[in-house]
């Protein structure tokens, strides 16, 4: 009975010298963690990034209809002033998807920015693509979608670069198009066509700045119509208004609730409704009218 008991012991001991030795290990490689993050640090050229950012918000890539060409030649220069072996490719003439290969084997570690933007729509009190900085703060655009992220990423990288510290693998730094419209000019044609295969990738997007986020929530986009019958305005009983067909048809879309779970992750379903269009003129009862959401 004592072979057993003493055994025990043994392997007790060893677990909790393994368990210190461990212990130890994790607190010097966190050292070295914020060590390292220290030289990277200090090698961040904050000016450089905001130029950057305010430089490319005035470019306006707005979707529909991207027109991202606008801000190639900006991409293009910060890639050359990282030593990227540079590589573009386009489904559609004037939407670049420009990529920055830096080092060279695996791990592939993919930093991917979009260059459009949304229409910027109402209630600026400045000009949104004449970037303002103010308190620390860019004003403009595109400033945290997306193109602040990607001078952020770019400022990072030629820090590290800069830091001489040793690494190894490929960082492909990237600025892609049509993000904003469902990426078929863009990373869904880079993927599906092009083959553009990272061990990893990173998107630094719009969103919260201190929260990593491991998904994104996809859309769906409806289209419909209704129709009816033309006919004078002064004789509307004459006609069928494709407007009240409409109208009947969203008015409940205002209570409607999705059912069924979603991905804890994220929020519950929603349903936007973007878009109307119809009518041909005031003295005319509509024939056609097309509603959008997604």
């Keep these: 009975m004592k072979f057993p008991l003493s055994f025990g012991f ?3 001991t060893e677990s909790i010298r393994f368990d210190k030795i461990l212990s130890k290990v994790k607190v010097k490689l966190r050292m070295l963690k914020m060590e390292f993050l220290e030289i990277i640090s200090s090698k961040i050229d904050k000016e450089a990034i905001v130029d950057l950012t305010c430089e490319l918000i005035k470019k306006r890539t707005v979707n529909p209809p991207g027109n991202e060409y606008l801000a190639k030649d900006l991409i293009v220069d910060s ?3 990282l030593g990227a072996r540079i590589e573009i490719l386009e489904k559609e003439s004037g939407r670049p998807n420009i990529l920055g ?11 991917i920015a979009h260059l459009d933007v949304v229409p910027p729509g109402q209630g600026w009190e400045t000009d949104p693509f004449f970037p303002q900085v103010k308190e620390g703060k860019i004003y403009g655009r595109g400033a945290i979608d997306d193109k602040g992220p990607y001078a952020a990423s770019w400022g990072a990288v030629k820090s590290i670069l800069s830091s001489g510290l040793p690494w190894r693998g490929t960082i492909v730094l990237g600025a892609v198009s049509d993000e904003e419209r469902g990426s078929e000019a863009g ?4 993927l599906e066509e092009k083959n553009f295969r990272p061990s990893f990738c990173i998107i630094p997007d719009g969103g919260k700045l201190n929260e990593v986020v491991i998904g994104e929530k996809g859309g769906v986009g409806v289209k419909l119509s209704t129709k009816g019958k033309s006919a004078h305005a002064s004789q509307p009983y004459q006609g069928e208004n494709a407007i009240y067909k409409m109208l009947r048809f969203l008015d409940p879309l205002r209570e409607f609730n999705f059912e069924g779970n979603h991905h804890p992750l994220f929020d519950a379903l929603t ?6 269009k119809g009518g041909q003129a005031s003295n005319v009862v509509p024939i056609v009218v097309r509603q959008y959401w997604i």
């Design 10 to 12: 043994v392997y007790l």
């Design 79 to 81: 890639l050359k002033q």
């Design 101 to 111: 290969w830096i080092g060279e084997g695996n791990p592939v570690i993919a930093i």
């Design 187 to 190: 990373m869904k044609f880079l």
């Design 271 to 276: 349903l936007n409704l973007a878009k109307i």
